[in-house]
């Protein structure tokens, strides 16, 4: 099965090992939420980073 990835850009990088786990990335999300920006939380397992994206492209 072949998966196509769509672009994304990545708005702000969090590190999975620090104490407070995803919550620095959830709320940097909800305020992208907030302003109008769809925004979601993924993993980046290669970088063990938490990364905010979006589907749209900023520029």
């Given at each position: 099965?072949?998966?196509?990835?769509?672009?994304?850009?990545v708005l702000?990088?969090?590190p999975a090992g620090a104490p407070?786990?995803?919550w620095p990335a959830?709320?940097?999300t909800a305020a992208q939420?907030?302003?109008?920006?769809n925004a979601q939380v993924v993993?980046?397992?290669?970088?063990?980073?938490?990364l905010v994206v979006t589907d749209t492209t900023t520029g």
């Open positions: 099965m072949a998966t196509t990835e769509q672009p994304r850009t702000e990088r969090f407070r786990g995803p959830e709320e940097h939420r907030a302003q109008g920006t993993m980046d397992l290669h970088t063990d980073q938490f």
